[in-house]
């Protein structure tokens, strides 16, 4: 979980289910920090299909091994920090309201602690960077929270916190300026993201 919240006891999940929490992971891994040489690596063996999902796979796959981490790094920096502000912004409320700070995190701060989750002291991002918020989804598929962790409350969490703008910020990353690493992590959620709302969707 990257250190982002606490993880209590993780249940048995079913394959499909470790596999959906594993890319929630792999994308907060991503989006909360620059990779490591070691993730870079990883990345690199990536194999994928014709699928959306498999096409984005592949071209990450193909970046992470020609990018060093340094270049990684000032890829991060330019796109979600930069000097003032990074070209993109990744929070809930920037996406829906305009502004930084606003009700979709004082609502998502609400859901966590109804659910029992408590993000980790060392977290300084407001909770609801996409970074974040694909973490604590990674953690409610896999159990690793005391809260309920059954489809309708995975798809409860994903409805009210992930829908409503996550493709958009997918859709961003993947066009965005200064995006060459990023831009298939920007494809991959964004198909990620519509696999995942299709099968919500027959819920």
Known sequence: MNNTAEIQCPRSVTDEDRSRAQMYQLLGALLSGPPSRELLRGLASLQGGDTALGSASKALAT??????????????????????????LPYASYYLTGFLNEKPLADLRGDLIARGIRVSDDVKEPEDHIGTLCEIMAGIITGEFESESSLSSQKAFYDAHLAKWAALFFTDLEKAQTAVFYAPVGSLGKAFMAVEADAFALQ
Do not use: H, K, M, Q
């Open 63 to 88: 970046l992470a091994e020609r990018t060093s981490p340094e270049d990684a790094n000032r890829e991060y920096n330019n796109l979600f920090i930069g000097v003032g502000r990074g070209e993109l």
